[in-house]
């Protein structure tokens, strides 16, 4: 079972020029409390860079509302939005990825980074190579092949062939993930675990005991 994932934030260097304090009742502070300064976050989770994370500028009603005489800050500071790098985006919201013939399979430790961002799912080392297994308990086979059909639409729409699936009476699913061309595991593979994470479950799980 995969361990929660670890944030690790480090500050950047400044990224915009000061402007001198306006008036405010906190100007009896020294100079090295009240000079503005701008600084943006790096962010990482299980040693995957996930990117930079910055502040915003005002909008004008906000400027038009005083807020700055109303709060410890610089509504004269300059901001700088830095946008985070792909590796921070959902992996459901990336895009199949082509596989090239000279590609590698992802080593363990590549493919465990990567389970962080995908819930439910485990790594297994078979003779073929790495897959991603994920397992689902739902209410009854009827509702096991409204999952497997749901799965398959998820996937469909991606070019991903479909994945390998097993209906196990009397209620669980099983999903296997893994790109054979290269016989492994492949940035693809995550993308659509992620995919199918998003999958509405609720109507198929069994419903749980209520005692009174």
Same mark, same amino acid.
């Given at each position: 079972?995969?361990?929660?994932?670890?944030?690790?934030?480090? @500050?950047?260097?400044?990224?915009?020029?000061? +402007?001198?304090?306006?008036?405010?009742?906190?100007?009896?502070? @020294?100079?090295?409390? %009240?000079?503005?300064?701008?600084?943006?976050?790096?962010?990482?989770?299980?040693?995957?860079?996930?990117?930079?994370?910055?502040?915003?500028?005002?909008?004008?009603?906000? %400027?038009?509302?005083?807020?700055?005489?109303?709060?410890?800050?610089?509504?004269?500071? *300059?901001? =700088?939005?830095?946008?985070? &790098?792909?590796?921070?985006?959902?992996?459901?919201?990336?895009?199949?990825?082509?596989?090239?013939?000279?590609? +590698? @399979?992802?080593?363990?430790?590549?493919? =465990?980074?990567?389970?962080? $961002?995908?819930?439910?799912? !485990?790594?297994?080392? *078979?003779?073929?190579?790495?897959?991603? +297994?994920?397992?689902?308990?739902?209410?009854?086979? =009827?509702?096991?092949?409204?999952?497997? &059909?749901?799965?398959?639409?998820?996937?469909?729409?991606?070019?991903?062939?479909?994945?390998?699936? +097993?209906?196990?009476? @009397?209620?669980?699913? !099983?999903?296997?993930?893994?790109?054979?061309?290269?016989?492994?595991?492949?940035?693809?593979?995550?993308?659509?675990?992620?995919?199918?994470?998003?999958? $509405?479950?609720?109507?198929?799980?069994? !419903?749980?005991?209520?005692?009174?």
């Amino acid at each position: 079972m995969a361990s929660a994932p670890q944030f690790i934030f480090s @500050p950047l260097l400044s990224l915009s020029k000061t +402007h001198p304090p306006h008036k405010s009742p906190f100007n009896f502070l @020294p100079p090295s409390l %009240i000079t503005p300064r701008k600084s943006s976050t790096r962010v990482q989770s299980g040693g995957i860079e996930l990117g930079d994370f910055g502040a915003r500028d005002p909008f004008d009603a906000e %400027i038009e509302s005083n807020f700055g005489d109303k709060v410890l800050g610089f509504q004269s500071t *300059e901001h =700088k939005i830095l946008i985070p &790098n792909a590796l921070a985006l959902s992996l459901a919201e990336q895009n199949f990825i082509p596989n090239s013939q000279l590609q +590698h @399979p992802m080593s363990v430790d590549e493919a =465990k980074q990567l389970l962080f $961002k995908v819930v439910g799912w !485990r790594i297994v080392e *078979e003779e073929g190579g790495l897959k991603l +297994h994920g397992m689902w308990k739902v209410r009854d086979l =009827k509702c096991g092949e409204e999952l497997i &059909n749901r799965i398959n639409g998820a996937v469909e729409s991606t070019g991903y062939i479909i994945p390998t699936l +097993h209906l196990d009476p @009397p209620n669980q699913v !099983r999903a296997e993930l893994w790109t054979s061309s290269i016989g492994g595991l492949s940035i693809n593979d995550f993308i659509v675990a992620a995919k199918i994470d998003k999958i $509405k479950l609720s109507d198929l799980q069994p !419903r749980q005991r209520v005692w009174a």
